[in-house]
């Protein structure tokens, strides 16, 4: 199950919280699903434990699984205009300079070379293996692609196919489940994704398990500046995003789940997003 409710603090257990801003009608990807204007109530708020923000609301926990599978990256839904191979297309054609993912590869790829020439972890033996989860327009898999890192790609999407019959990047079409490939990985990459689910720790304790001693995991998501920056009807703040994090509650997700950051970095990328970009191993 990708959606939740949240009830208390995912991270520290608290129960009291600040609202942020509030919504009373669905937005356009619980309207996808049928999700009524009757009832209806949606909230970020802050906890006053740790100052993680999450989401709340009236939905059933379980409405916008689906809608991961047939229609956030079809071409037909209302908040797309192209398919995903079309956007894929026109991504990877891109100029470095204008290209968010190939900036995000060399980032990933220096941020990998330090930790192993610093010794903080064990260099392996090409070639290397990544996953990412959640990657069904298949760009990041296809930039990062190399002489020495061969990616592989699960996603529910029907979308993603494209990636495995055209470019020979292996795609499983179904939720991230731990052993899907039958491989373990040198980096495990979370792009946008964490946000999404309604238990983030449950999914990186699987993660763990597809990792090697000496893996490393990637996470990008939204920043939680986004809340001093942006207006609360944008994009960001929609219902299929259930937290927000900042460095801290991002460190301290990652330490309870088993994970010492070697890097962690604010940045607002080309299109006008803050993110947070981090480089993790297991302790």
Known sequence: MISGNNQLCML???KEYETICSYSEPDKYERAVGIALEGYK????????????????????DALDRIYIADYRSGTSCWRNSTTEEIFNNVVALPPHQSETKQRVNWIKSQIDNVWRGGIIKKGTPPYRILDIGGATGVFAFEFRDAEWLPYIIDPSIDGSFIQSKYGIPY??????????????????LIFVLEHYCDP???LQQVRMDMKKDSLLYIE???ALCFKHKPSDDDIFNSCHLWMFSPVTLSRLLDICGFEIFNLQRTKTIRGHYSLMSLSGIK
């Not at 708020?45 to 009236?58: I, T």
């Not at 991230?176 to 040198?186: L, S, T, V």
């Open 12 to 14: 520290c257990g608290a």
């Open 42 to 61: 949606r909230k970020w708020v802050q906890c006053a434990g740790c100052g993680l923000y999450y989401s709340k609301y009236s939905r059933q926990p």
């Open 172 to 189: 499983k079409q179904q939720y991230y489940k731990p052993g899907g490939f039958e491989e373990r990985f040198d980096l495990i990459a």
């Open 201 to 203: 720790v449950s999914l």
């Open 221 to 223: 998501l939204p920043d």
